[in-house]
Protein backbone atom coordinates (compact mmCIF):
# COMPACT_ATOMS: atom_id res chain seq x y z
CA UNK A 1 0.00 0.00 0.00
CA UNK A 2 1.27 3.23 -0.57
CA UNK A 3 -0.44 6.84 0.95
CA UNK A 4 -0.53 10.34 0.60
CA UNK A 5 1.27 12.46 2.89
CA UNK A 6 -0.75 14.78 4.72
CA UNK A 7 0.03 18.69 4.22
CA UNK A 8 0.85 20.76 7.56
CA UNK A 9 -2.40 20.80 9.52
CA UNK A 10 -2.78 24.48 9.61
CA UNK A 11 -3.12 24.84 5.83
CA UNK A 12 -6.63 24.82 4.10
CA UNK A 13 -7.12 23.03 1.25
CA UNK A 14 -5.99 23.71 -1.77
CA UNK A 15 -3.88 26.65 -0.20
CA UNK A 16 -0.77 27.98 -1.62
CA UNK A 17 1.24 26.05 1.06
CA UNK A 18 -0.48 23.37 0.04
CA UNK A 19 1.53 20.59 -2.37
CA UNK A 20 -1.68 18.53 -3.06
CA UNK A 21 -5.25 18.70 -2.23
CA UNK A 22 -5.25 17.54 2.12
CA UNK A 23 -6.82 13.97 2.29
CA UNK A 24 -9.97 13.43 4.04
CA UNK A 25 -11.36 10.03 5.10
CA UNK A 26 -15.27 9.94 4.27
CA UNK A 27 -17.59 7.39 5.36
CA UNK A 28 -19.65 6.19 2.44
CA UNK A 29 -22.66 4.44 3.02
CA UNK A 30 -23.69 4.73 -0.33
CA UNK A 31 -27.26 6.43 1.11
CA UNK A 32 -28.28 10.44 0.22
CA UNK A 33 -26.52 12.13 3.08
CA UNK A 34 -23.15 10.28 3.26
CA UNK A 35 -23.20 11.17 -0.31
CA UNK A 36 -23.76 15.04 -0.14
CA UNK A 37 -20.99 14.98 2.79
CA UNK A 38 -18.44 13.64 0.81
CA UNK A 39 -19.57 16.01 -2.34
CA UNK A 40 -18.74 18.52 -0.16
CA UNK A 41 -15.88 17.64 1.21
CA UNK A 42 -14.57 17.19 -2.62
CA UNK A 43 -15.96 21.19 -3.26
CA UNK A 44 -13.82 22.29 -0.06
CA UNK A 45 -10.74 20.58 -1.98
CA UNK A 46 -10.11 17.35 -0.25
CA UNK A 47 -8.81 14.19 -2.04
CA UNK A 48 -11.44 11.94 -0.53
CA UNK A 49 -10.14 8.51 0.74
CA UNK A 50 -14.10 6.70 0.71
CA UNK A 51 -14.74 4.20 3.46
CA UNK A 52 -17.76 1.64 3.48
CA UNK A 53 -18.47 -0.59 6.33
CA UNK A 54 -20.13 -3.63 5.29
CA UNK A 55 -21.78 -4.54 8.74
CA UNK A 56 -24.19 -7.09 7.75
CA UNK A 57 -27.07 -4.56 7.15
CA UNK A 58 -30.47 -6.14 5.44
CA UNK A 59 -30.04 -3.19 3.13
CA UNK A 60 -27.05 -4.15 1.13
CA UNK A 61 -27.86 -2.96 -1.96
CA UNK A 62 -26.60 0.32 -0.14
CA UNK A 63 -23.00 -1.22 -0.28
CA UNK A 64 -23.28 -1.43 -4.43
CA UNK A 65 -24.72 2.07 -4.43
CA UNK A 66 -21.28 3.19 -2.05
CA UNK A 67 -19.51 2.09 -5.23
CA UNK A 68 -21.82 4.33 -7.80
CA UNK A 69 -21.06 7.18 -5.68
CA UNK A 70 -17.50 6.79 -4.83
CA UNK A 71 -16.62 6.47 -8.75
CA UNK A 72 -18.85 9.54 -9.52
CA UNK A 73 -16.81 11.80 -7.13
CA UNK A 74 -13.59 9.97 -8.44
CA UNK A 75 -12.26 9.69 -4.80
CA UNK A 76 -8.52 8.68 -4.84
CA UNK A 77 -9.29 5.38 -2.97
CA UNK A 78 -12.34 3.40 -1.79
CA UNK A 79 -12.19 0.54 0.90
CA UNK A 80 -15.05 -1.60 2.14
CA UNK A 81 -14.17 -3.16 5.70
CA UNK A 82 -16.84 -5.84 6.85
CA UNK A 83 -17.44 -5.90 10.63
CA UNK A 84 -20.46 -8.61 11.88
CA UNK A 85 -22.12 -6.53 13.66
CA UNK A 86 -24.88 -9.11 13.67
CA UNK A 87 -23.20 -11.35 15.53
CA UNK A 88 -24.05 -8.61 19.05
CA UNK A 89 -26.83 -6.62 17.98
CA UNK A 90 -30.34 -7.40 17.39
CA UNK A 91 -31.37 -4.39 15.39
CA UNK A 92 -34.30 -4.79 12.52
CA UNK A 93 -31.21 -2.87 10.48
CA UNK A 94 -29.24 -6.30 10.71
CA UNK A 95 -31.75 -8.72 12.32
CA UNK A 96 -34.58 -10.74 11.49
CA UNK A 97 -36.95 -7.59 12.98
CA UNK A 98 -38.97 -6.17 11.13
CA UNK A 99 -38.95 -2.61 9.87
CA UNK A 100 -41.15 -0.31 10.53
CA UNK A 101 -43.36 1.11 7.56
CA UNK A 102 -45.93 4.10 7.40
CA UNK A 103 -44.89 5.91 10.19
CA UNK A 104 -46.79 9.40 10.74
CA UNK A 105 -44.46 12.12 10.74
CA UNK A 106 -44.42 12.89 14.41
CA UNK A 107 -42.99 9.49 14.98
CA UNK A 108 -40.76 10.07 13.00
CA UNK A 109 -39.41 12.77 15.06
CA UNK A 110 -39.82 11.03 18.60
CA UNK A 111 -37.68 8.59 19.79
CA UNK A 112 -34.80 6.40 19.04
CA UNK A 113 -36.60 3.87 16.39
CA UNK A 114 -36.55 0.41 16.07
CA UNK A 115 -33.65 0.57 13.41
CA UNK A 116 -31.10 1.97 15.55
CA UNK A 117 -28.07 0.24 15.72
CA UNK A 118 -26.03 0.53 18.97
CA UNK A 119 -22.92 2.22 18.51
CA UNK A 120 -22.84 2.21 14.86
CA UNK A 121 -21.72 5.46 14.26
CA UNK A 122 -18.47 4.98 16.83
CA UNK A 123 -18.06 1.80 15.38
CA UNK A 124 -17.76 3.92 11.77
CA UNK A 125 -15.81 6.64 13.05
CA UNK A 126 -13.40 4.47 14.93
CA UNK A 127 -12.63 2.78 11.91
CA UNK A 128 -12.28 5.99 10.02
CA UNK A 129 -10.01 7.26 12.57
CA UNK A 130 -7.62 4.27 12.01
CA UNK A 131 -7.53 4.53 8.28
CA UNK A 132 -6.85 8.44 8.61
CA UNK A 133 -3.67 8.35 10.42
CA UNK A 134 -2.50 5.54 9.03
CA UNK A 135 -3.08 7.83 5.54
CA UNK A 136 -2.27 11.16 7.52
CA UNK A 137 -5.46 12.72 7.29
CA UNK A 138 -6.34 15.38 9.86
CA UNK A 139 -10.41 15.69 8.54
CA UNK A 140 -12.83 12.52 8.83
CA UNK A 141 -16.04 13.28 7.01
CA UNK A 142 -19.83 11.87 8.06
CA UNK A 143 -23.23 12.63 6.40
CA UNK A 144 -24.99 12.50 10.25
CA UNK A 145 -27.35 15.24 10.40
CA UNK A 146 -28.94 15.84 13.94
CA UNK A 147 -32.59 16.91 12.49
CA UNK A 148 -34.00 14.47 10.48
CA UNK A 149 -32.43 11.64 12.97
CA UNK A 150 -33.16 13.35 16.27
CA UNK A 151 -33.75 10.01 17.63
CA UNK A 152 -30.39 8.68 17.18
CA UNK A 153 -27.87 9.55 19.95
CA UNK A 154 -24.71 9.12 17.97
CA UNK A 155 -26.11 11.77 15.28
CA UNK A 156 -25.93 15.01 17.43
CA UNK A 157 -23.21 17.78 17.94
CA UNK A 158 -22.28 16.81 21.93
CA UNK A 159 -21.38 13.49 20.27
CA UNK A 160 -19.42 14.49 17.31
CA UNK A 161 -17.46 16.87 19.57
CA UNK A 162 -17.04 14.45 22.00
CA UNK A 163 -15.45 12.13 19.66
CA UNK A 164 -13.29 14.50 18.07
CA UNK A 165 -11.92 14.68 21.46
CA UNK A 166 -11.13 10.73 22.02
CA UNK A 167 -9.93 10.81 18.39
CA UNK A 168 -6.78 13.04 19.85
CA UNK A 169 -6.31 11.29 22.83
CA UNK A 170 -6.82 7.69 20.78
CA UNK A 171 -3.75 8.06 18.19
CA UNK A 172 -0.28 8.33 18.15
CA UNK A 173 -0.56 11.48 15.68
CA UNK A 174 -2.68 13.02 17.73
CA UNK A 175 -0.36 12.35 21.29
CA UNK A 176 2.45 13.40 19.09
CA UNK A 177 0.75 16.54 17.31
CA UNK A 178 1.12 15.48 13.54
CA UNK A 179 -1.59 15.66 13.04
CA UNK A 180 -4.70 17.24 15.12
CA UNK A 181 -7.99 15.00 13.90
CA UNK A 182 -11.38 17.37 13.02
CA UNK A 183 -14.78 15.46 12.50
CA UNK A 184 -16.52 17.19 9.20
CA UNK A 185 -20.12 16.75 9.88
CA UNK A 186 -21.15 19.32 7.65
CA UNK A 187 -25.17 18.17 7.45
CA UNK A 188 -25.43 18.07 11.28
CA UNK A 189 -27.87 21.28 10.99
CA UNK A 190 -29.77 20.55 8.01
CA UNK A 191 -32.94 19.83 7.20
CA UNK A 192 -33.03 16.95 4.22
CA UNK A 193 -34.54 19.55 2.15
CA UNK A 194 -31.30 21.50 2.73
CA UNK A 195 -29.35 18.84 2.49
CA UNK A 196 -30.93 17.59 -1.02
CA UNK A 197 -30.54 21.51 -2.66
CA UNK A 198 -26.80 21.69 -1.76
CA UNK A 199 -26.01 18.39 -3.27
CA UNK A 200 -28.04 19.52 -6.40
CA UNK A 201 -26.40 22.59 -6.34
CA UNK A 202 -23.02 20.35 -6.39
CA UNK A 203 -24.06 18.71 -9.37
CA UNK A 204 -24.49 14.89 -7.44
CA UNK A 205 -26.62 12.65 -9.39
CA UNK A 206 -28.81 11.51 -6.34
CA UNK A 207 -30.32 8.64 -8.87
CA UNK A 208 -26.78 6.91 -7.73
CA UNK A 209 -28.07 6.66 -4.17
CA UNK A 210 -29.70 4.28 -2.15
CA UNK A 211 -32.04 5.14 0.84
CA UNK A 212 -34.59 1.91 1.74
CA UNK A 213 -34.08 0.06 4.98
CA UNK A 214 -35.90 -2.94 3.20
CA UNK A 215 -35.70 -2.98 -0.66
CA UNK A 216 -38.50 -4.92 -2.53
CA UNK A 217 -35.58 -6.46 -4.52
CA UNK A 218 -32.01 -5.01 -5.54
CA UNK A 219 -32.73 -0.94 -5.82
CA UNK A 220 -36.09 -0.80 -5.61
CA UNK A 221 -37.02 0.99 -2.61
CA UNK A 222 -40.14 -0.03 -0.82
CA UNK A 223 -41.23 3.98 -0.31
CA UNK A 224 -43.03 3.09 3.03
CA UNK A 225 -40.04 2.61 5.92
CA UNK A 226 -38.60 5.53 7.92
CA UNK A 227 -35.58 6.51 5.35
CA UNK A 228 -38.09 6.38 2.22
CA UNK A 229 -40.55 8.66 3.90
CA UNK A 230 -38.08 11.30 5.24
CA UNK A 231 -36.24 11.04 1.87
CA UNK A 232 -39.60 11.50 -0.29
CA UNK A 233 -40.48 14.19 2.25
CA UNK A 234 -37.28 16.01 1.51
CA UNK A 235 -37.75 16.21 -1.90
CA UNK A 236 -41.18 17.28 -1.65
CA UNK A 237 -39.81 19.99 0.58
CA UNK A 238 -36.80 20.97 -1.86
CA UNK A 239 -39.54 21.38 -4.99
CA UNK A 240 -37.09 18.78 -6.65
CA UNK A 241 -37.98 15.59 -8.59
CA UNK A 242 -36.32 12.26 -6.75
CA UNK A 243 -34.82 9.98 -9.34
CA UNK A 244 -36.19 7.03 -7.72
CA UNK A 245 -38.86 4.97 -8.73
CA UNK A 246 -40.99 3.93 -5.93
CA UNK A 247 -44.14 1.73 -5.86
CA UNK A 248 -47.56 3.21 -6.83
CA UNK B 1 -30.63 -14.34 20.65
CA UNK B 2 -31.66 -13.64 24.65
CA UNK B 3 -29.74 -12.09 27.03
CA UNK B 4 -29.61 -11.22 30.67
CA UNK B 5 -31.50 -8.00 31.71
CA UNK B 6 -29.14 -5.63 33.88
CA UNK B 7 -29.94 -4.95 37.61
CA UNK B 8 -30.14 -1.14 38.47
CA UNK B 9 -27.44 0.92 37.55
CA UNK B 10 -27.08 2.04 41.60
CA UNK B 11 -26.74 -1.82 43.00
CA UNK B 12 -23.22 -3.63 43.52
CA UNK B 13 -22.16 -6.49 41.87
CA UNK B 14 -24.04 -9.09 44.22
CA UNK B 15 -25.57 -6.77 46.67
CA UNK B 16 -28.74 -7.81 48.00
CA UNK B 17 -30.99 -6.17 45.71
CA UNK B 18 -29.01 -7.33 42.70
CA UNK B 19 -31.52 -10.62 41.75
CA UNK B 20 -28.54 -12.14 39.22
CA UNK B 21 -24.77 -10.89 38.80
CA UNK B 22 -24.40 -7.70 37.08
CA UNK B 23 -23.33 -8.40 33.41
CA UNK B 24 -20.09 -7.22 32.42
CA UNK B 25 -18.55 -7.04 28.38
CA UNK B 26 -15.13 -7.90 29.04
CA UNK B 27 -12.73 -7.81 25.74
CA UNK B 28 -10.74 -10.86 25.73
CA UNK B 29 -7.88 -11.54 23.17
CA UNK B 30 -6.51 -14.48 24.72
CA UNK B 31 -3.77 -12.35 25.86
CA UNK B 32 -2.35 -12.10 29.71
CA UNK B 33 -3.40 -9.24 30.30
CA UNK B 34 -7.08 -9.44 28.56
CA UNK B 35 -7.44 -12.83 30.61
CA UNK B 36 -6.28 -11.26 34.23
CA UNK B 37 -9.04 -8.63 33.58
CA UNK B 38 -11.83 -10.87 33.28
CA UNK B 39 -10.53 -13.02 36.38
CA UNK B 40 -10.59 -9.75 38.41
CA UNK B 41 -14.28 -8.87 37.18
CA UNK B 42 -15.65 -12.14 37.45
CA UNK B 43 -13.99 -12.45 41.23
CA UNK B 44 -15.81 -9.22 41.88
CA UNK B 45 -19.02 -10.79 41.32
CA UNK B 46 -19.45 -9.80 37.54
CA UNK B 47 -21.57 -12.38 35.05
CA UNK B 48 -19.10 -12.22 32.24
CA UNK B 49 -20.05 -11.75 28.19
CA UNK B 50 -16.52 -12.19 26.52
CA UNK B 51 -15.49 -10.50 23.40
CA UNK B 52 -12.87 -11.77 20.92
CA UNK B 53 -12.24 -9.69 18.01
CA UNK B 54 -10.71 -11.27 15.34
CA UNK B 55 -9.16 -8.41 13.01
CA UNK B 56 -6.91 -9.87 10.95
CA UNK B 57 -3.91 -10.40 13.73
CA UNK B 58 -0.82 -12.28 12.35
CA UNK B 59 -0.83 -14.03 16.23
CA UNK B 60 -4.48 -15.33 15.08
CA UNK B 61 -3.29 -18.52 18.04
CA UNK B 62 -4.55 -15.82 19.96
CA UNK B 63 -8.17 -16.51 19.13
CA UNK B 64 -8.09 -20.36 20.07
CA UNK B 65 -6.50 -18.87 23.56
CA UNK B 66 -9.38 -16.57 24.02
CA UNK B 67 -11.64 -19.51 23.79
CA UNK B 68 -9.66 -21.85 26.58
CA UNK B 69 -9.27 -18.66 28.75
CA UNK B 70 -13.44 -18.04 28.23
CA UNK B 71 -14.36 -21.73 29.19
CA UNK B 72 -11.91 -21.64 32.56
CA UNK B 73 -13.28 -18.19 33.77
CA UNK B 74 -17.08 -19.72 32.91
CA UNK B 75 -18.22 -17.20 31.09
CA UNK B 76 -22.20 -16.85 30.34
CA UNK B 77 -21.41 -15.96 26.41
CA UNK B 78 -18.20 -15.61 24.48
CA UNK B 79 -18.95 -14.10 21.10
CA UNK B 80 -16.14 -13.62 18.18
CA UNK B 81 -16.36 -10.60 16.18
CA UNK B 82 -14.55 -10.39 12.75
CA UNK B 83 -13.27 -6.84 11.07
CA UNK B 84 -10.74 -7.20 9.02
CA UNK B 85 -8.36 -4.14 10.24
CA UNK B 86 -5.80 -5.21 7.90
CA UNK B 87 -7.36 -3.44 4.44
CA UNK B 88 -6.96 -0.07 6.28
CA UNK B 89 -3.92 -0.79 8.61
CA UNK B 90 -0.20 -1.73 7.75
CA UNK B 91 1.15 -2.28 10.87
CA UNK B 92 3.21 -5.30 11.58
CA UNK B 93 0.35 -6.64 13.60
CA UNK B 94 -1.63 -6.76 11.16
CA UNK B 95 0.74 -6.61 7.73
CA UNK B 96 3.71 -8.13 6.37
CA UNK B 97 6.01 -5.98 7.96
CA UNK B 98 8.51 -7.25 10.21
CA UNK B 99 7.75 -8.02 14.40
CA UNK B 100 10.58 -6.17 16.36
CA UNK B 101 13.10 -8.84 18.08
CA UNK B 102 15.54 -8.58 20.89
CA UNK B 103 14.53 -4.84 21.67
CA UNK B 104 16.48 -3.92 25.35
CA UNK B 105 14.66 -2.63 27.74
CA UNK B 106 14.88 1.02 27.35
CA UNK B 107 13.84 0.85 23.76
CA UNK B 108 10.16 -1.47 24.99
CA UNK B 109 9.60 1.22 27.53
CA UNK B 110 10.46 4.54 24.93
CA UNK B 111 8.21 5.58 21.92
CA UNK B 112 5.13 3.94 20.08
CA UNK B 113 6.48 0.53 18.68
CA UNK B 114 5.81 -0.61 15.28
CA UNK B 115 3.30 -3.31 16.64
CA UNK B 116 0.77 -0.08 17.22
CA UNK B 117 -2.21 -0.71 15.20
CA UNK B 118 -3.88 2.94 14.69
CA UNK B 119 -7.04 3.18 16.51
CA UNK B 120 -7.62 -0.42 17.79
CA UNK B 121 -8.38 0.18 21.11
CA UNK B 122 -11.34 2.52 20.07
CA UNK B 123 -12.54 -0.12 17.39
CA UNK B 124 -12.77 -2.66 20.15
CA UNK B 125 -14.28 -0.58 22.72
CA UNK B 126 -16.75 0.24 20.02
CA UNK B 127 -17.74 -2.98 19.34
CA UNK B 128 -18.18 -3.91 23.24
CA UNK B 129 -20.04 -0.90 23.84
CA UNK B 130 -22.44 -1.53 20.87
CA UNK B 131 -22.87 -5.45 22.44
CA UNK B 132 -23.07 -3.94 26.17
CA UNK B 133 -26.24 -1.54 25.01
CA UNK B 134 -27.39 -4.76 24.01
CA UNK B 135 -27.15 -6.80 26.88
CA UNK B 136 -27.59 -4.21 29.49
CA UNK B 137 -24.54 -4.57 30.77
CA UNK B 138 -23.26 -1.19 31.76
CA UNK B 139 -19.72 -2.04 32.62
CA UNK B 140 -16.71 -2.59 29.77
CA UNK B 141 -13.82 -4.50 31.14
CA UNK B 142 -10.44 -3.92 28.99
CA UNK B 143 -7.36 -5.04 29.89
CA UNK B 144 -5.00 -2.04 29.07
CA UNK B 145 -1.77 -0.81 31.16
CA UNK B 146 0.00 2.25 30.88
CA UNK B 147 3.23 1.12 32.85
CA UNK B 148 4.28 -1.85 30.11
CA UNK B 149 2.83 -0.39 27.19
CA UNK B 150 3.42 3.53 27.81
CA UNK B 151 3.94 3.73 24.30
CA UNK B 152 0.43 3.22 23.05
CA UNK B 153 -1.53 6.29 23.49
CA UNK B 154 -5.17 4.03 23.57
CA UNK B 155 -3.49 2.24 26.98
CA UNK B 156 -3.91 5.76 28.86
CA UNK B 157 -6.15 6.54 31.69
CA UNK B 158 -7.14 9.95 29.98
CA UNK B 159 -7.97 7.82 26.65
CA UNK B 160 -9.82 5.26 28.95
CA UNK B 161 -11.71 8.73 30.81
CA UNK B 162 -12.65 10.50 27.31
CA UNK B 163 -13.79 6.96 25.35
CA UNK B 164 -16.41 6.67 29.02
CA UNK B 165 -17.63 10.19 28.68
CA UNK B 166 -18.27 9.13 24.96
CA UNK B 167 -20.13 5.97 25.51
CA UNK B 168 -22.95 7.80 27.80
CA UNK B 169 -23.33 10.54 24.84
CA UNK B 170 -22.74 8.22 22.07
CA UNK B 171 -25.73 5.47 23.45
CA UNK B 172 -29.79 5.35 23.54
CA UNK B 173 -29.12 3.90 27.17
CA UNK B 174 -26.45 6.40 27.98
CA UNK B 175 -28.51 9.73 26.79
CA UNK B 176 -31.82 7.81 28.40
CA UNK B 177 -30.44 7.22 31.59
CA UNK B 178 -31.31 3.54 31.63
CA UNK B 179 -27.54 2.75 31.70
CA UNK B 180 -24.07 4.45 33.43
CA UNK B 181 -21.42 3.00 30.90
CA UNK B 182 -18.10 2.42 32.77
CA UNK B 183 -14.82 1.44 31.49
CA UNK B 184 -13.03 -0.88 34.19
CA UNK B 185 -9.42 -1.35 33.26
CA UNK B 186 -8.56 -2.59 36.69
CA UNK B 187 -4.67 -3.36 35.30
CA UNK B 188 -4.16 0.28 33.59
CA UNK B 189 -1.50 1.19 36.77
CA UNK B 190 -0.09 -2.01 37.51
CA UNK B 191 3.23 -3.53 36.06
CA UNK B 192 3.36 -6.70 34.46
CA UNK B 193 4.65 -8.45 37.69
CA UNK B 194 1.52 -7.12 39.86
CA UNK B 195 -0.69 -8.00 36.71
CA UNK B 196 0.49 -11.55 37.20
CA UNK B 197 0.71 -12.11 40.58
CA UNK B 198 -2.62 -10.67 41.09
CA UNK B 199 -3.66 -13.54 38.61
CA UNK B 200 -2.34 -16.34 40.05
CA UNK B 201 -4.16 -15.36 43.54
CA UNK B 202 -7.31 -15.46 41.90
CA UNK B 203 -6.09 -19.20 40.03
CA UNK B 204 -5.82 -18.24 36.38
CA UNK B 205 -3.92 -20.41 34.45
CA UNK B 206 -1.67 -19.16 32.39
CA UNK B 207 -0.47 -21.91 30.37
CA UNK B 208 -3.76 -21.18 28.66
CA UNK B 209 -2.78 -17.86 27.63
CA UNK B 210 -1.05 -16.32 24.73
CA UNK B 211 0.92 -13.47 24.02
CA UNK B 212 4.00 -13.91 21.16
CA UNK B 213 3.21 -11.40 18.30
CA UNK B 214 4.89 -13.75 16.19
CA UNK B 215 4.58 -17.49 16.97
CA UNK B 216 7.33 -19.78 15.66
CA UNK B 217 4.21 -22.32 15.53
CA UNK B 218 0.76 -22.44 16.77
CA UNK B 219 1.05 -21.62 20.50
CA UNK B 220 5.06 -22.18 20.37
CA UNK B 221 6.00 -18.64 21.00
CA UNK B 222 8.86 -16.70 19.72
CA UNK B 223 10.40 -15.36 23.09
CA UNK B 224 11.77 -12.76 21.54
CA UNK B 225 9.06 -10.11 20.29
CA UNK B 226 8.28 -7.37 22.51
CA UNK B 227 5.13 -8.77 23.93
CA UNK B 228 7.29 -12.21 24.65
CA UNK B 229 10.06 -9.63 26.45
CA UNK B 230 7.79 -8.20 28.52
CA UNK B 231 6.02 -10.95 29.68
CA UNK B 232 9.16 -13.00 30.67
CA UNK B 233 10.61 -10.51 32.50
CA UNK B 234 7.06 -9.75 34.34
CA UNK B 235 7.41 -13.65 35.56
CA UNK B 236 10.59 -13.45 36.45
CA UNK B 237 10.28 -9.91 38.55
CA UNK B 238 6.84 -11.57 39.90
CA UNK B 239 9.09 -14.50 41.09
CA UNK B 240 6.85 -16.90 39.63
CA UNK B 241 7.31 -19.65 36.75
CA UNK B 242 6.37 -18.78 33.13
CA UNK B 243 4.26 -22.06 32.27
CA UNK B 244 4.98 -21.31 28.33
CA UNK B 245 7.94 -23.10 27.01
CA UNK B 246 10.23 -20.56 25.18
CA UNK B 247 12.96 -21.79 22.53
CA UNK B 248 16.21 -22.47 24.38
Redesign the interface.
Known sequence: ?TFLMACTTTCTPLSATCVMPRPAVVLLSGGLDSATAAAIARADGFALFA?TIDYGQRHRYELEAGRRVAAALEVERH???????S????SALTGAADVPKDRPPQELAAG?PAT????????F???A???A??LGAGDLVIGVNAVDYSGY??C?P??IA??E???N????A???GTLRFRIQAPLIGWTKAQIIRRGMELGLDYSLTHTCYDPLTAGRPCGRCDACLLRRRGFVEAGRNDPLQYPA
Open positions: MLETVSVDLRISPIYVPARNTVLSLLGYEVPDREYAFRLALATKGVE
